[in-house]
C-alpha cells in the first residue's frame, strides 16, 4: 500500500536515531522506473526550509530517482549549514542507490529552527537503503510521523494502473499548503508535465483548502512520481480524477488527525458570485477562533459565522445571508432562522453551509474546533 | 472620573434588566453643551448591528446630545425588528431627556442574533434618565461591561480642559475594531472636524492594532463628545495627542482584560520598509494561533515568528529577519541566534521585536497568548 501500491517503487522506514525517542525516523522511496517522471507543489512560505529550497531545485528538472524524507527536525530557519546538510543528504542517498545527487528530493518536518543530527542521518539512509521493499510503504508512512496518531496512506487503482501515497501532518495545516509531506506515486505512463498539470489541480481542491489552524510551514511538499511500469498511459481527465481522490483522502486524514481536534468542521459556501468569494468566505468561517470554540462547545453559533463573513470582501448582501448548521437553516436572510435548538452537534463531523445567495459558485473549505488540548500540546511541543 | 471627567457631561449606569444576572446593563451619557459636536468610528465587519447602523446615521450630522448603552445583547443580526428596537430607544431617550432622536446615538454589545428585551430596556431609559449625575461616568461605565472582569476609564487633563473615556471589551478584540464600546468625552471646544481627524487618528494607533484574538466584531464603536465647557480651544497637535493618550490607555486596558488571556504580547516590527508593511508582519505573527500557544507555555518559540513573517507580502529577505523576545536575539540573520534559555518568560508582559532589515518604519500590535481559559470561555459563553 501507501508509495509502494503503485509498480515500480519500493520503500523503506528506519529509525535512524534523529527523534530522540526512537521511534521511526527516516524514509527512502525510490522509484525503479522505467519512467523516472515526478512533479511537486511547494509551501508557499516565503520562509523555506533548507530542503523545501532545494527540492524545489531538483523538480526543475522533471525527474526524481528517489525522496529522503526525516521527521524529528524541520531543518527550517538553519541558515548555510542546514542548507549543507540538505545537500548532504541528498548526496549520500545519491551514493548509495547509484544515482546523481539532483535526482533525489529531501523533505524534513519537526521543530524550526535546529540542526539534524547528520551523525545519524547519514549512516541512516544506507540502512534505510540496505531494506528498500516493495511492500515498504508502510514502513515509510509510519516514519514521517510526528505528532500524528496514526499514519496516513491512501490507494486509487484503476484499470491497469494505481496511484498511492502516505502523508503526514497533524499540525500547521493552512492553505498553500498545510504543514505536511506527500509522496504520490503512480505506475502509470505520464510525463512531468502531465504530473504537474494534475497535482497542482488536485492541491488546489484538496490539503489547500485544509485549514486546521491558519498557520503555514516552512516545509510543506507534495511530491507525485511516476515510473511508467503500468504500461498505461490513461486519459488525463481520469488520471487527474484519480490523483484528486488520492490527495482528498489524505487531506480527510490529516483534519481527522489534527493537534487536539475534537470536531472536523466542513465549511461549505454556496451560491458564490465566484469561486474566489467562496474560497475567501470560507477560509474566514474556518480561522474564526470564537466560532472554533463555540463549535467545541457544541453551540451552534452562527452570530459568528455571519461576523466571520462579514470581514471578507466577497459580493453578499448582509440581509440575505443564510445560513445552516448540520441542516438546520438557524440564520435566515442575515436574522434569526430556525430553532438553534433543534441542532444536534453530537457528531465529530459538523456541517456550516453558509450561502451567499450572490451567485452560483461554491467551495469547502475543512478545519477543526479550537480545543483546550490543542493549546496545551502545541504549547509544551518545543519544551 | 470616565466620561464625566470632562465638564459638561452627565452619566448613569443601572440594571434594567436585559441582563438575566440582574447586573448593570444600561448605561446613559448627556452632553450637556454648550457645544454638542461629536464624531464616531464604527466597525469595519460589514455585517453590522442595528445599533451602528443607526448612529453612523446619527453622527452624520456631527452633533450628539447623548449616548444609550446597554450590555446584555448586541442587537446584530435581528433584521428589521432589531433597527426598528434602536430607533424606539433613540425615541425614548429623546423623549425623556427633551431632545430629537437624531441627537442620541445607541450602542449594544453582547450575544449576536437575540432581539432586545425592550420591556426591560425601554423603562430602564427613564430610570437611567433619573439618576443622571455629573459624577455618574464611573457607574456607566460598569454597566456597559460583558465578560469584562473591571471596568475600564481613563482621563487626562492639560491645562484647563480635559479628555475622558470609558471602554469595554474583552473578546473579539480585533483591528477595525476591537468588540468595544468606547464613549470619549471631552470639554475642550472643538468641532466636529476636528473630533473627527483627531479620532480617527488616535484609533488608527490603538484600537486599530489591539488584535486579540483576530475576529472582528459587529457592534464596535467609539464616539467623541465635546461640550465645549471648558471654554478653551486647544492647538490641534495638543488636543490629538491627548484624545490619543487616553484611546491607548483603554486600548492597553482592553488587552490586559482579554478573556482568557494569561500573557498580553507587545509585537514590535522594526526596519520595515513601509508602515503598512510593519503592520501586516505584525498582525501576522499576533495572530499565529501556534505562537500564541508557545507564549502561553513560555516557550521562546521564534521559529513560529519567521513562520508568521514568511506569509506576508512584506519586504525582507528571509536570511536577514532577526528577532527578540523580552531582549534576547534568539533569532539572527533568519538563523539560530542567541541561547533561548536566556529569555525569561515568566511575567505577564512579553514583547517581541521583529526586525526585518528593509528600511525604518515601524508599528507595533498587541495580542494576548492563546490559552485553554480561551476556548473554555468562548465555547461556553451563550449556553
Known amino acids: 500500500m501507501s508509495v509502494t501500491a503503485a509498480r515500480g517503487f519500493r520503500a523503506a522506514g528506519i529509525a535512524a536515531g534523529i527523534k530522540q525517542n526512537g521511534n521511526p525516523d527516516l524514509a527512502l522511496v525510490v522509484n525503479d522506473g522505467p519512467r523516472r517522471a515526478a512533479a511537486g507543489v511547494f509551501t508557499s512560505n516565503r520562509v523555506k526550509a533548507a530542503p523545501v529550497l532545494w527540492s524545489e531545485q531538483v523538480l526543475r528538472t522533471g525527474r526524481l530517482s528517489a525522496v529522503v524524507l526525516n521527521s524529528g527536525g524541520a531543518n527550517a530557519c538553519t541558515g548555510p549549514k542546514g542548507f549543507q546538510d540538505t545537500h548532504a543528504t541528498a548526496e549520500k542517498a545519491a551514493d548509495v542507490l547509484g544515482l546523481g545527487p539532483i535526482e533525489v528530493a529531501v523533505c524534513s518536518t519537526g521543530l524550526i529552527g535546529v540542526l539534524l543530527p547528520m551523525d545519524k542521518l547519514l549512516p541512516g539512509i544506507g540502512t534505510a537503503a540496505a531494506q528498500l521493499s516493495e511492500h515498504g510503504g508502510e514502513k515509510a508512512a509510519i516514519a514521517i510521523k510526528t505528532t500524528d496518531t496514526v499514519h496516513k496512506t491512501s490507494v486509487v487503482t484503476k484499470d491497469g494502473w494505481t496511484v498511492g501515497g502516505m502523508a503526514k501532518g497533524a499540525?500547521?495545516?493552512?492553505?498553500?499548503?498545510?504543514?505536511?509531506?506527500?509522496?504520490?506515486?503512480?505506475?502509470?505512463?505520464?510525463?512531468?508535465?502531465?504530473?504537474?498539470?494534475?497535482?497542482?489541480?488536485?492541491?488546489?481542491?484538496?490539503?489547500?483548502?485544509?485549514?486546521?489552524?491558519?498557520?503555514?510551514?516552512?516545509?510543506?511538499?507534495?511530491?507525485?512520481?511516476?515510473?511508467?511500469?503500468?504500461?498505461?498511459?490513461?486519459?488525463?481527465?481520469?488520471?487527474?480524477?484519480?490523483?484528486?481522490?488520492?490527495?482528498?483522502?489524505?487531506?480527510?486524514?490529516?483534519?481527522?488527525?489534527?493537534?487536539?481536534?475534537?470536531?472536523?468542521?466542513?465549511?461549505?459556501?454556496?451560491?458564490?458570485?465566484?469561486?474566489?468569494?467562496?474560497?475567501?468566505?470560507?477560509?474566514?468561517?474556518?480561522?474564526?477562533?470564537?466560532?472554533?470554540?463555540?463549535?467545541?462547545?457544541?453551540?451552534?453559533?452562527?452570530?459568528?459565522?455571519?461576523?466571520?463573513?462579514?470581514?471578507?470582501?466577497?459580493?453578499?448582501?448582509?440581509?440575505?445571508?443564510?445560513?445552516?448548521?448540520?441542516?438546520?437553516?438557524?440564520?435566515?436572510?442575515?436574522?434569526?432562522?430556525?430553532?438553534?435548538?433543534?441542532?444536534?452537534?453530537?457528531?465529530?463531523?459538523?456541517?456550516?453551509?453558509?450561502?451567499?445567495?450572490?451567485?452560483?459558485?461554491?467551495?469547502?473549505?475543512?478545519?477543526?474546533?479550537?480545543?483546550?488540548?490543542y493549546v496545551h500540546e502545541n504549547s509544551a511541543y518545543s519544551s
Not at 256 to 278: C, L, S
Not at 289 to 312: F, Y
Not at 330 to 349: A, F, H, P, Q, T
Request: proline letters at 2%.
Open 171 to 373: 499540525g500547521m495545516l493552512a492553505p498553500g499548503l498545510a504543514t505536511m509531506l506527500v509522496v504520490l506515486t503512480t505506475d502509470a505512463d505520464a510525463d512531468s508535465e502531465t504530473l504537474d498539470r494534475a497535482l497542482r489541480a488536485a492541491t488546489g481542491v484538496t490539503f489547500d483548502r485544509v485549514d486546521s489552524d491558519g498557520c503555514m510551514s516552512t516545509n510543506d511538499t507534495v511530491l507525485l512520481l511516476a515510473s511508467g511500469s503500468a504500461g498505461v498511459a490513461p486519459p488525463y481527465e481520469e488520471f487527474a480524477e484519480a490523483v484528486r481522490a488520492v490527495c482528498a483522502d489524505l487531506a480527510r486524514q490529516l483534519i481527522g488527525d489534527a493537534e487536539g481536534a475534537g470536531k472536523d468542521i466542513k465549511v461549505e459556501v454556496i451560491n458564490a458570485a465566484t469561486e474566489d468569494d467562496a474560497v475567501e468566505v470560507g477560509r474566514s468561517i474556518a480561522r474564526n477562533n470564537l466560532l472554533k470554540c463555540a463549535i467545541h462547545g457544541e453551540d451552534p453559533n452562527w452570530g459568528r459565522v455571519l461576523s466571520a463573513i462579514g470581514t471578507t470582501s466577497a459580493a453578499f448582501e448582509p440581509d440575505q445571508l443564510n445560513v445552516a448548521i448540520n441542516g438546520v437553516w438557524v440564520c435566515k436572510n442575515g436574522s434569526v432562522g430556525d430553532d438553534r435548538d433543534l441542532v444536534d452537534m453530537r457528531y465529530r463531523e459538523v456541517h456550516i453551509v453558509a450561502d451567499l445567495a450572490a451567485g452560483h459558485e461554491s467551495a469547502t473549505i475543512w478545519t477543526n474546533d479550537l480545543t483546550a488540548d
